[in-house]
């Protein structure tokens, strides 16, 4: 089927010139003189691609890109202009540019960019680049390239190779597991134990014993000796989870462990030597528990020795494709399904949504996805409600500044939806509509524009009770 490009120019003769040349390359092509008149047409007839004018009267074309990312996130927009500077580039693609062209224009450059932005506008997207292949080898994962995720793996291949203590930084849900077991398994100690102690999980009273173990009669019930978490992971790496949760006595001896790399068990007289690395991670702002008194300056300083700073995932959604894959392939193999791909409404939904659990919620979403597809393709039913009802309230709020007309939503099951005989004649009448106002009433352009014959354009007016030929 042959793919739909909307151009917007506010020049008839480039309108005119872009359509044949497109047309002659295979595609459907409507076109729009404005960015109000683009924003009808996206709202009747769901393009495959934008090529976009960014000088233009009334609504320019950055303006007008921003309007498309927020209401349309899936399709992909190239921008198109005579002028060129660098801040107007860096903008274009800071809005979220698919490319950026210069006029006068490239055709084959231009084409050869088309066809690949039309490629990530199929109604459904596939995610199976990666099913089926997820490696077993070490945890550790990261997936992800967004310029904030390129250089959290650029910082990670700077340390590997040392000691330095490290400080992961970030919300809940950001993945800061997968990046201490980066770091370690990446690292010369590889083939040593990566030991995760959860600061929050482990009561008060035990976390010193749970940490630097215990010789037998040191307490009621201590009925053996038992070496801490310290030894266990001794020529490797230990890993504290949410450490800004720490109580004050155990932040004094894991300073000493830090410096000296020693430390007794409890009831025990001996000093024992470690060789571990340590890599600390927490979703408090440990800056200002400092502050407050509640973490220890000196400890702060010594953690930090290089720092790590996850972004949520409503900050870099551009890595929301590839985690989608990764996780239906992991899902895929741990349920038998073969699920390949995944409708574009649902990429939708997971652009506007914001993911407060960040990665963590993704992968959870897909999971249930992949549990509930009925077949191969991950549909709206799959999602769960509270996904797609936060969604619908995002898209129903008042924007200041927004267009005023009514904005499209996406289709979310239990909204009212016309019988599809209904809704095709309504995309039906309303193209036609536009082609004759384009055309001025002139039926065999219009004919032509919308690759029928006359005879069956007549027809379909006349079913469609379009009287007045300039509509």
């Known amino acids: 089927m042959a793919k739909l490009v909307l151009v917007v120019d506010d020049e008839a003769a480039v309108r005119g010139a872009l359509r044949d040349v497109l047309e002659e390359s295979g595609y459907k092509v409507v076109t729009a003189a404005s960015g109000k008149e683009a924003l009808e047409k996206m709202g009747m007839l769901r393009p495959d691609a934008v090529l976009l004018d960014i000088r233009m009267p009334e609504m320019d074309g950055i303006s007008l890109l921003e309007i498309i990312r927020e209401r349309y996130p899936a399709v992909p927009v190239i921008l198109m202009t005579a002028y060129s500077d660098t801040q107007t580039t860096i903008n274009a693609m800071r809005t979220g540019a698919f490319e950026y062209v210069l006029k006068p224009l490239n055709l084959d450059e231009l084409l050869a960019t088309l066809e690949k932005a039309t490629k990530i506008a199929e109604p459904v997207v596939e995610v199976g680049s990666c099913l089926g292949t997820q490696p077993e080898g070490p945890p550790g994962v990261l997936v992800g390239y967004s310029p904030a995720m390129q250089n959290v793996y650029k910082t990670i291949g700077r340390i590997v190779d040392s000691d330095a203590t490290v400080l992961i930084l ?29 600061c929050t999980a482990i009561p008060e009273n035990l976390l010193e014993s749970e940490l630097f173990g215990y010789e037998k009669g040191a307490f009621t019930g201590a009925y053996t000796r038992k070496p801490g978490k310290f030894e ?23 300073l000493r462990v830090l410096e000296e790399k020693a430390f007794e068990r409890i009831g025990g007289t001996e000093t024992k030597k470690v060789d571990v690395r340590i890599i600390a991670a927490t979703n408090r702002n440990l800056k200002e528990r400092v502050k407050a008194g509640l973490f220890r300056e000196d400890l702060y300083f010594r953690l930090n020795v290089v720092e790590i700073w996850l972004l949520p995932l409503r900050e870099r959604k551009s890595d929301i494709p590839l985690l989608v894959d990764y996780f239906v392939g992991i899902y895929n193999q741990n349920f038998n399904k073969r699920v390949t791909t995944i409708s574009r409404s649902v990429l939708d939904v997971f652009y506007v949504y914001d993911w407060p659990g960040n990665v963590r919620e993704l992968r959870n979403v897909c999971e249930r996805a992949v549990l509930m597809a009925p077949g191969p393709v991950i549909t709206l039913e799959s999602i769960p409600e509270y996904v797609l009802r936060a969604v619908r309230e995002k898209q129903q709020e008042k924007r200041p500044g927004a267009v005023k007309e009514e904005e499209p939503v996406v289709p979310l099951p239990g909204q009212d939806i016309l019988p599809l005989k209904e809704m095709v004649a309504q995309l039906e009448r309303a193209a036609i509509i536009q082609a004759l106002k384009e055309y001025k009433g002139n039926k065999a352009a219009v004919a032509r524009a919308l690759r029928l014959n006359r005879t069956t354009l007549y027809a379909k007016m006349k079913e469609l009770g379009i009287l007045d030929e300039n509509a």
């Open 232 to 254: 266990v992971g001794d020529q490797g790496t230990i890993f504290l989870d949410e450490i800004g949760d720490l109580s004050p006595a155990i932040q004094a001896k894991l």
């Open 170 to 198: 970030g919300e809940s849900g950001t993945g800061k597991e997968l990046v201490a077991k980066a770091i370690h398994y990446n690292s010369p100690r590889r083939a040593k134990p990566f030991v995760k102690i959860d």
